[in-house]
């Protein structure tokens, strides 16, 4: 199975591909600094450094264009690792579930679609 690909990390086609929203495509904020919201390529990084870039990609998220239509992709890929819609991937399993046993499931949310 294949590593989701993180949007921060997506070429606008990539995107485009993705997902849409009314039509348009979002530019998540992400895609300014990859690396804060994935971490840094082939360095281990230490757990305070990694719990400060967490926590500044979250206030990216949070006033991000993107982040519902995100946090959708995010549910549908799972991924194992990163921040996405201002969520680790443990935190997004969570709230899908919480979504699930409510009845609304990510992909129900109004106006946007998730190819």
């Known amino acids: 199975m294949m590593r989701p690909v993180h949007p921060s ?3 606008l086609p990539q995107l ?6 009314a039509g348009d495509v979002p530019l998540p904020e992400c895609v300014y600094d990859p690396d804060l919201h994935t971490g840094p ?3 281990i990084e230490p ?3 990694r719990a400060a870039r967490e926590a500044v990609a979250r206030e990216v998220c949070a006033a991000c264009p993107a982040l519902e239509v995100c946090g959708r992709y995010a549910a ?3 991924p194992t690792s990163g921040i996405w819609a201002g969520r ?3 935190e997004l399993a969570e ?6 046993h409510s009845g609304t499931l990510p992909g129900d949310l109004p106006g946007l679609g998730v190819a």
Do not use: I, K, N, Y
């Open 47 to 49: 757990p305070g450094d």
């Open 76 to 78: 549908r890929v799972r």
């Open 16 to 21: 485009e591909a993705a997902w849409t929203a």
């Open 41 to 43: 390529r082939g360095v």
């Open 9 to 11: 990390r997506m070429s």
């Open 95 to 100: 709230h899908t579930a919480r979504l699930s």
């Open 88 to 90: 680790t991937p443990t």
